[in-house]
């Protein structure tokens, strides 16, 4: 699996110590995020990872930004994407699990236990294929149609 990560400056930290993590667990890691800690438009790097994404590039994403929820705002103007800005291990299995969320977002003040536990949380979960939660995403996809055409 090859998984894409971004953020804003606030997330260098964090950034690098979660793409060591996943490297370690085998996965592949592409970064989409700045390396400085000098000020940046989180906006920019969120499209670079949302692009990716669609244009399979990559399988998923990751974004940090300061609380996260930047990141999540930016990622969910690109059509196709959905993103959850998640605090804990439960949101992240919800997110994927019920939202089929392909992109989550995270605070960069989130621990690194934390951090861990949120990833291992989204990259395990699939998505259910409940009828209540496919007819919702349908939902979602049919808007994102409907109001491209306007």
Known sequence: MTIGIANDHRGVTLKQKLTNYLEKKGYNVIN????TTESVDYPDYAFKLC???NNNEIDTGIAICGTGI???IACNKVKGIRCAKVSNEKEAFLARNHNDANVIAISADTSVMEAKDILDSFLSTNFSLEERHTR??????NYEEVSNER
């Open 32 to 35: 989409f995020g700045t390396d």
């Open 51 to 53: 692009e990716a994404l």
């Open 70 to 72: 930047g990141m999540s």
């Open 136 to 141: 919702r995403i349908e939902k979602i996809k």
